[in-house]
């Protein structure tokens, strides 16, 4: 690996938590509230979120080591994206099946997706630890 690869992964990593900074400026200005039918899969996705968050942070540790666990953490975070993914649609369908305003649904669609990203930018950081584990094992 090069140490442009691993600058890459740092940066990339940064870009996690501004996302989540992002979510809570927004809902704090936006003065939203939270749609009640998806409160609890919210809740699901943003522990999913924080729980693939720690994975990455895990394979970039391990990544500047042996890289022993790399598989293994990308598994981790690849099944938790796809979890993401799917309570992200149902949260959607949810917000648009329900009684809100369409300018209320398309907040919370926005919201869901945001949280969402989280996972997606955990999964892409992986794939930059993959490859970067890759390269050093030629």
Not at 36 to 65: G, H, W
């Amino acid at each position: 690996e090069t140490r442009e690869d691993l600058l890459t992964i740092i940066e990339s990593i940064d870009r996690i938590p501004n996302r989540a900074e992002t979510i809570v400026n927004m809902i704090i200005t936006q003065k939203t509230m939270l749609a009640p039918e998806i409160k609890d899969q919210l809740k699901e996705l943003m522990k999913i979120s924080v729980e693939s968050f720690n994975y990455t942070l895990e394979a970039t540790m391990d990544c500047f080591r042996k890289m022993e666990k790399v598989r293994e953490y990308n598994r981790l975070v690849d099944n938790n994206e796809s979890l993401g993914d799917n309570l992200e649609r149902k949260m959607i369908s949810k917000v648009f099946n329900s009684d809100l305003e369409v300018g209320e649904k398309i907040l919370q669609k926005e919201i869901i997706l945001m949280f969402g990203g989280i996972c997606d930018f955990c999964e892409n950081v992986m794939d930059r630890i993959v490859i970067c584990s890759v390269k050093r094992h030629f």
